[in-house]
């Protein structure tokens, strides 16, 4: 009905007494309910500043009815309406179901969307000036080289005049005196210019122009649709979508790249900038304030046509999204593990479906949950088969360490040595990966056998050489590497277990003293800028020898590297978890598809104990089809996702006992529904972090199973969170 006034009478719903819904960004079960003064317009969607106990908070005016059963007199009013587009009908539904998915308060949710620091208003016009056709009552060589520039009309800012003019500032001041220039107000600039469709497309061949057609339909169908691309790296896959990209350009609406590692992936923008003529803007948690603050609002009001970001990208509030791609919709960085758990690749989906627009999953390993939407034809299958050009893949085999054992106190097969030297003496460049950082992951006195463990996790104090310290990766704890066991006071004999990157970084100086050696990981000092010139130097030549964690296996190209070595194929299978194979044939397959992308030959070796292990197989056969079948299968009988649901329900509290306890409790008030089981507690896999002890109770639900609504029962008949317990739910848990 407020419409209809509105309508009849104009201007802004003007009713006293008015009360709207508001989505504070607390983990409250609904929105509050505010006052809205007298001649504040608001709407759903709306960005407002309201009071919440003695502080002022952002909030979201949200839909629904207005609450006739409370007093408004009795009811805080709004403080303030930001000057920012309201968030859209599409959006807002989008937040409700994340929040209904994932069982998240919605005030949390809508705090993701709401990640502009500062405030929603516009920045304030730039004061500038612009000529006035008046000319000055006497010319001078200064006032003509001012004149010279202002009279094509332009605006410019007083000092931008003088300096571009080479003159001082008091000359443009003089002439402003005299009428010469009137005052105007110039907006903030864009954070990026637009891109242009047609820049510079490149020929697609065969498979590539048939994939893109099949993308092109979809944009042009302007409906819900999910592809998945796979297709080796290297096989064009990126320059396949950027066709999908182009004719959203050309349609007006706005495109929102996902990638997994934003911050290193300089490449990409500069990859795409010779696509499109600009930059994406970019978004991820590295972003200065002011920088966030416009692409938010740039994305808001339609300005910033693509976006490239991390998981969180999707909760910008686009003017008139029409597409989303989701790059190496695999990587486990998609899954969100604090306060709401999502999974950003299945939320992108279900945006897709809400805004009616085609959202592209790609990889070359894709998950075996979208393999089997891609076979049971819920995802559209786009296949690439081959690499571009005259690249070629590498050339693949396993070292079998127990028959090539490195020599005492080493971690690399002479086979794999060899290959080193062999590649260096080319000028070629090699890349030896290892999952783990630091120098040795289990540091141990040789006299008593004592293992140093985090003083707060349940997790072994990692040795870091470089930076004389042992480190916790669970929680960051750190302290000097220690002189002495402070169990039983022996000096000098603690021994470091195992090898990280620091300790196969020293293993090859030893080997290759005379070659340039570059350690990669995220402990590199300098951060994400340090990181992309290190990325830099090695694609242009200057370094021989690459050891690094998983920072390297995505998306870079470094067109010299020849050789890439496995340092331990066998990491990651042995965790329990039965996502540990499928997870390893992933890293696996992209660590070694950086080699060879020039045209090179190219070759790569794993190290393993288990050659027959079926990951190993199909790595070195290149078949993945069989592996997938298999892991497919696999998950088929055990009636794990896909085919069957899942959800993890973590207990934490300040001492064992408590967590336990609540967590046993919960256990008894689960209800008794047909098709769904709870297994535990246990302790969960991380027991102890940062000071908290875990328990963790597994659900497992048939396929068509009411999962929630199952959790949420369980939740509402279980006791309350007391003291310091807190319980978390993490539906479509990663590790499980
Ligand atoms: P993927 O995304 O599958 O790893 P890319 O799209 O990155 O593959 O392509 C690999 C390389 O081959 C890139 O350097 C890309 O520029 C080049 N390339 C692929 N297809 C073409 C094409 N049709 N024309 C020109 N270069 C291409
Ligand atoms: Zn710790």
């Known amino acids: 009905m407020s419409d209809v006034t509105t309508d009849l009478f104009g201007g802004p719903a003007r009713r006293a007494g008015r009360v709207v819904p508001v989505l504070v960004p607390m983990p409250a079960p609904r929105p509050y309910s505010y006052a809205v003064p007298d001649e504040m317009h608001v709407e759903p969607g709306s960005v407002v500043q309201v009071p919440l106990g003695p502080r002022q908070v952002f909030g979201v005016v949200w839909d629904g009815a207005e609450d006739e059963a409370v007093d408004p007199k009795k009811l805080r009013p709004i403080t303030k309406v930001f000057d920012c587009p309201p968030l859209k009908e599409e959006h807002r539904r989008f937040l409700d179901w994340v929040s209904t998915y994932t069982l998240s308060p919605p005030g949390l949710v809508a705090r993701m969307a709401l990640r502009a620091p500062a405030g929603f208003d516009p920045e304030p016009m730039v004061e500038g000036l612009r000529y006035s056709g008046i000319l000055p009552e ?25 300096h571009a003019a080479g003159v001082s500032s008091s000359v443009i001041d003089g002439m402003t005196a005299q009428g010469v220039f009137e005052t105007v107000f110039i907006p903030p600039p864009p954070v990026v210019p637009l891109p242009d469709p047609d820049h510079g497309a490149s020929r697609l061949e065969g498979a590539q ?3 893109a057609a099949e993308l092109l339909a979809e944009v042009r169908a302007l409906k819900f649709s999910v592809s998945l691309m796979d297709g080796i790296t290297g096989s064009g896959k990126t320059e396949v979508y950027f066709e999908a990209i182009a004719e959203t350009l050309r349609q007006g609406r706005q495109v929102l790249i996902l990638l997994p590692e934003i911050a290193l992936t300089a490449s990409f923008l500069e990859r795409f900038e010779s696509r499109f003529g600009a930059k994406p803007a970019e978004w991820h948690s590295d972003l200065a304030p002011k920088t966030r603050e416009r692409v938010w609002r740039q994305a808001a009001t339609g300005d910033v046509r693509v976006v490239a970001g991390a998981r969180s990208a999707l909760f910008l509030p686009f003017d008139d999204l029409g597409l989303i791609i989701v790059d190496e919709e695999h990587d486990p960085a998609y899954k969100q593990e604090d306060r709401v758990f999502y999974n950003a690749r299945d939320m992108a989906v279900v945006r897709g479906h809400i805004g009616r627009f085609p959202v592209v999953l790609v990889s070359a390993t894709p998950s075996v949950e979208s393999q089997v939407n891609g076979l049971s034809g819920r995802y559209r299958p786009i296949h690439l088969p081959v690499r571009f050009g005259d690249a070629a893949l590498p050339d693949l085999h396993l ?29 070629e460049q090699a890349l030896l990966f290892l999952n783990r950082r630091g120098y040795a992951p289990l540091t141990l006195c040789r006299v008593c056998g004592h293992r140093f463990q985090c003083p707060q996790c349940s997790s072994w104090l990692v040795e870091h050489r470089f930076r004389g310290q042992i480190q916790c990766h669970q929680c960051g704890y750190a302290e000097r590497t220690p002189e002495c066991c402070p169990e039983c006071g022996t000096f000098d004999h603690l021994v470091a277990c195992g090898p990280g990157v620091e300790r196969i970084a020293e293993e090859v100086e030893r080997h290759f003293p005379d070659a340039r050696t570059i350690v990669l990981s995220s402990d590199i000092l300098g951060g994400v800028k340090r990181l992309r010139l290190e990325l830099d130097a090695i694609a242009k030549g200057e370094a021989d020898i690459v050891i690094g964690t998983q920072l390297v296996a995505k998306g870079h190209n470094f067109p010299l590297m020849s050789l890439v070595g496995i340092v331990d194929a066998d990491l990651g299978l042995a965790n329990g978890d039965p996502r540990a194979a499928e997870r390893t044939f992933q890293l696996l397959s992209q660590v070694t598809g950086r080699a ?11 190290q393993t104990y288990q050659p027959q292990h079926p990951v190993m197989q199909a790595i070195v056969s290149g078949d993945a089809h069989a592996f997938y079948e298999r892991e497919i299968a696999e998950r088929e009988r055990a009636h794990l996702p896909p085919f069957g649901r899942l959800a993890s329900i973590i207990v934490s509290a300040d001492t064992r006992n408590d967590a336990e306890a609540h967590a046993r409790a919960l256990r008894l008030a689960a209800p008794s529904t047909q098709g769904i089981t709870v297994l535990g507690p ?14 963790r109770l597994l659900v497992h639900g048939q396929r068509s199973s009411d999962m929630q609504g199952f959790l949420k029962a369980m939740i509402a008949a279980g006791p309350r969170e007391r003291g310091s317990v807190h319980v978390q739910l993490d539906i479509d848990p990663q590790s499980f």
């Open 138 to 162: 006497r010319m001078t060589a200064a006032r003509t080289r001012v004149l010279d520039l202002a009279r094509d009309g332009l605006s410019w800012t007083r000092s931008g005049l003088a």
């Open 209 to 211: 122009a048939e994939a």
């Open 399 to 427: 070292i079998d360490m127990r028959r090539h054992p490195p020599e005492r106190g080493g971690f690399l097969s002479p086979v794999l040595l060899r290959a080193i030297g062999k590649t260096v003496a080319k000028g």
């Open 596 to 606: 060879g992308r020039s045209g090179l030959k190219s070759h790569g070796l794993l």
């Open 682 to 695: 246990a302790e969960a896999p991380l027991a102890l972090v940062r000071g908290r002890h875990r328990f």
